[in-house]
C-alpha cells in the first residue's frame, strides 16, 4: 500500500498510526519490540526511527503481512 506523505520524512510510529496500522504509541511500541517491524528489510525497534520517502516498511500484524511504500 502506497502512503503519501506531504514531507520528506516521517516518524515511524506517526507513520503506523497514520497507516491504521495500529491505534496508538502503546500498540507501536508492542509490535517494535516483538520485532515485527522491518524498514527497507531491517528489524526496527526505535518509533522515533525517521522513515524517508522511497523506504518499504513490512509489519507482521494479527492481520498478516502489511507493506507500506512511502511516496511523496
Given amino acids: 500500500m502506497d502512503i503519501e506523505i ?3 520524512m516521517i516518524r515511524l510510529g506517526q507513520l503506523l498510526k497514520f497507516a491504521s496500522v495500529v491505534a496508538d504509541g502503546g500498540e507501536a511500541k508492542a509490535l517494535l519490540a516483538d520485532g515485527a517491524v522491518r524498514v527497507d528489510g531491517e528489524p ?10 522511497g523506504s518499504l516498511v513490512e509489519v ?4 498478516g503481512l502489511v507493506s507500506l511504500k512511502i511516496v511523496r
Fill in 6 to 8: 506531504g514531507e520528506d
Fill in 44 to 53: 526496527e525497534t526505535r518509533r522515533g526511527r525517521q522513515v524517508l520517502v
Fill in 60 to 63: 507482521d500484524s494479527a492481520q
